[in-house]
């Protein structure tokens, strides 16, 4: 966990909310890399999902779109994203 929290700016609240083991659903942005991570806990298991180069007014439309959503898995993140953005090139696919 301290290796996955080590990789999200100001995660010393995160891990707080973490500990409570209790339905989380969070954003982080990194100004300086233009990321997004966007964080889901069902009080069991915790995802993280990151996207990179979009605003922070992009961040907060997908943040929106995610909200209250912590069973989101990468498919259904993806399809967030998509509603949220539109259609993007994924070089993965």
Partial sequence: MSVFLSLIPNAGELAKLLQS???VS???YDDDTWTARFV????QVV???AVTEITIDQ???IAATCADNP???EPG???AVVQSL???FDPGE
């Fill in 21 to 23: 083991r209790k339905t």
């Fill in 26 to 28: 969070s954003r982080a």
């Fill in 40 to 43: 889901a806990c069902d009080g």
């Fill in 47 to 49: 995802k993280c999902f």
């Fill in 59 to 61: 961040a907060e439309m």
């Fill in 71 to 73: 069973t989101l898995d």
């Fill in 77 to 79: 993140f993806r399809e």
């Fill in 86 to 88: 539109g259609p993007t």
